[in-house]
């Protein structure tokens, strides 16, 4: 079985761009998670989807991140646009049951710097 | 407000000794304890979690981690490390029981020498 996909695994831009990463869940999962560490930093959650609808949004840094779940299959995470403070590395995470004592299934991550 | 805190940043095992990795907590109630592991290139893969019950928990690879309450603790031990265990470990905590989100502290790098 595939565990969590994330595209691209590395993205660097200037600032002011506009990035957008990709996440696969494990097929199945309803519950799938975004998370954002930032270098030194602890990870840090940025906001719950169950199935296409938002559950806990409430990580979001900023009106400068859309997160999206069309279908309730894959998410996408733009960042527009993009500042220095945004550099770091993107976790996503599913997970089949809902709930604190749900197994998460972590992606690589995607790295992101912007210049 | 719940935390999570990992008191070391960086630590180094010889190769065969043996490991604890400190975890502080905070949360008003019985949490939910997860540690995680990451070696390079690779995604956090959970290692043992704690909800209630035995508060000695074994996980994969050799890994075991105790609750304690009293301490708002739940340190990672591990008997005899091995070099392939030289990776970053993450203590959790859930933020409640109708939410799926964790609270990461900061992460240890552990190093082992040969």
């Known amino acids: 079985e595939a565990g969590v996909t994330q595209f691209p695994s590395h993205s660097v831009i200037e600032k002011g761009q506009t990035v957008t990463l990709r996440c696969d869940p494990i097929?199945?999962?309803?519950?799938l998670y975004w998370y954002r560490r930032v270098m030194g930093k602890e990870i840090k959650f940025l906001l719950h989807f169950v199935k296409e609808s938002k559950q806990d949004e409430s990580g979001m840094p900023n009106n400068r991140f859309l997160a999206e779940r069309t279908g309730g299959t894959y998410s996408t995470l733009k960042v527009q646009p993009a500042e220095l403070e945004d550099s770091g590395v993107y976790f996503c995470?599913?997970?089949?049951?809902?709930?604190?004592?749900?197994?998460?299934?972590f992606g690589p991550g995607t790295r992101l710097t912007v210049l | 407000a719940q935390s999570v805190t990992q008191p070391d940043i960086h630590i180094t095992v010889s190769e065969g000794a043996s490991l604890e990795l400190r975890c502080n907590y905070s949360y008003g109630a019985t949490p939910y304890l997860f540690w995680y592991v990451q070696s390079p290139g690779q995604g956090l893969q959970l290692l043992l979690k704690?909800?209630?019950?035995?508060?000695l928990v074994q996980g994969i690879k050799g890994f075991e981690a105790e609750f304690k309450r009293s301490q708002s603790s739940f340190n990672l031990r591990k008997p005899s490390v091995h070099w392939s265990d030289a990776a970053e470990y993450f203590c959790a905590v859930g933020a409640g029981s109708n939410t799926g989100k964790l609270i990461f502290g900061q992460g240890t790098t552990l190093q082992v020498k040969p």
């Open positions: 097929s199945g999962h309803d519950n």
């Open positions: 995470a599913s997970s089949q049951d809902r709930g604190g004592q749900a197994e998460q299934f």
């Open positions: 704690y909800f209630s019950g035995d508060t």
